[in-house]
């Protein structure tokens, strides 16, 4: 083909499919149709040419004449409903009985309930589709509706207890007085006890239940209770007497303590000995009894033995001196030594004189009578005309200085010189240089002072010049 007239330039092949698409770009070769599906699968090999999704259901049908081209089973159950959009694929009647539930897998397929009580009896063949015994006590009523499924009598006393549960199934009120008898025989259907008294009258309408002879002595109180059952006055006054054996009627305390005279009018109560001084205190209190004075001044002895009398304090040192007229209260030696002051707290017993100078030494042996200082330096001599008070050696050179102060002891004339040397042992008496240059001869007298070599050879003039 001259290129004038090529449709399909620089290609040999050109158009060989007659597709009007030359060989040289045609994806299809020698397929006219191409892809006429748009599966990317060229019509030559493409086993649903005009199914582009290729038989998605698997079933060997093309959509193109797949009648349920998503339906591998192709409406199985042939109701023309495919099964990509039947609910039940399986199922002509798509759930007859509309209880969700397909009918190739329910078991009741008619039963929308689904063989509610399980009795394996599905509906319409189940009379009592809601009673799983099946109207167990025969009365033609289902158990599901029958308010005694076991009692074919359906509760025939009407006390809403069925039979088969009701102890007393012919007595409504089953039992009322819990005597374990039912009412239909028990003769006292309300009498637990059942006429206990035995006087042919039920306790719940005796009234006195438990007493046969039913108040006898007209009191209003049942003999059970009593406590004067033939007594219609019973016991007035509330002391366990009754009246018609009751010594003191109309006192409850009676004669409580037996002396013959009733609580009542008895001014001793509880004491059988009551008054036996006369003293208006019953002998059960009487601290005093056959004492009519009793203990007058309350000191607990009684004026009959009291050697104190009208002295409550009585003689409580034990002195024989009543404690009224005791000048020494508390102190049984009283002032033996006459003195004023009494011996429990007198320094100086058996002594009248005391301690006059107050120096804490009573005065029948104080050896410094009138001497409060007595002799404090035990020299024998009182302080009070001691010339060397706290100096027990006093002075004994007589040189009228006390030992205690005196610098040359034993010597009456002392440092006559005043050179610190005692006169009785000074070698330059009157001297108080003494001899200063030790040259044995006092200074006062001594030619050559300062001079221990003094005029050796008598010439008139001291060595040391």
Request: one cysteine or more; proline letters at 2%.
């Amino acid at each position: 083909v001259c290129d004038g007239m090529d449709s399909c330039l620089n290609d040999g092949l050109n158009d060989a499919d007659d597709d009007g698409i030359c060989d040289g770009v045609d994806s299809c070769l020698n397929d006219a149709e191409n892809d006429s599906d748009g599966d990317l699968l060229c019509t030559i090999v493409d086993s649903c040419p005009q199914d582009a999704l290729n038989d998605a259901d698997s079933d060997a049908l093309c959509a193109d004449v797949d009648e349920c081209a998503h339906d591998t089973e192709n409406d199985w159950d042939s109701d023309d409903t495919c099964a990509d959009n039947d609910p039940c694929p399986h199922d002509a009647a798509n759930d007859f009985d509309s209880d969700g539930i397909c009918g190739d897998v329910d078991s009741c397929a008619e039963d929308p309930s689904n063989d509610a009580d399980s009795d394996e009896i599905c509906f319409p063949d189940d009379i009592c589709e809601y009673d799983a015994e099946h109207d167990a006590d025969s009365d033609e009523i289902c158990g599901d509706v029958d308010s005694c499924p076991y009692d074919a009598g359906n509760d025939i006393d009407s006390d809403a207890v069925c039979q088969n549960v009701d102890s007393c199934h012919l007595d409504a009120w089953n039992d009322a007085d819990s005597d374990t008898i039912c009412g239909n025989l028990d003769v006292c259907s309300l009498d637990a006890e059942n006429d206990v008294d035995g006087d042919g009258i039920c306790g719940d309408v005796d009234s006195c239940e438990y007493d046969s002879l039913n108040d006898v002595d007209s009191d209003t109180i049942c003999g059970d209770e009593d406590s004067c059952a033939t007594d219609a006055l019973n016991d007035a006054d509330g002391d366990g007497i009754c009246d018609s054996a009751d010594s003191c009627l109309g006192d409850g305390l009676n004669d409580a303590d037996g002396d013959g005279i009733c609580d009542g009018a008895d001014s001793c109560l509880g004491d059988a000995l009551n008054d036996g001084d006369g003293d208006g205190v019953c002998d059960g209190v009487d601290s005093c009894m056959g004492d009519a004075l009793n203990d007058a001044d309350a000191d607990g002895i009684c004026d009959g033995v009291d050697s104190c009398l009208s002295d409550s304090l009585n003689d409580s040192d034990g002195d024989g001196i009543c404690d009224g007229v005791d000048s020494c209260l508390g102190d049984a030696l009283n002032d033996a030594d006459g003195d004023g002051i009494c011996d429990g707290v007198d320094s100086c017993l058996s002594d009248s004189l005391n301690d006059a100078d107050d120096d804490g030494v009573c005065d029948g042996i104080d050896s410094c009578l009138g001497d409060s200082l007595n002799d404090a330096d035990g020299d024998g001599v009182c302080d009070g005309v001691d010339s060397c008070i706290n100096d027990a050696s006093n002075d004994v050179d007589n040189d009228g200085i006390c030992d205690g102060m005196d610098s040359c002891l034993g010597d009456p004339l002392n440092d006559d010189d005043d050179d610190g040397v005692c006169d009785g042992v000074d070698s330059c008496m009157g001297d108080a240089l003494n001899d200063a240059d030790g040259d044995g001869v006092c200074d006062g007298v001594d030619s050559c002072l300062s001079d221990s070599l003094n005029d050796a050879d008598d010439d008139g003039i001291c060595d040391g010049v």
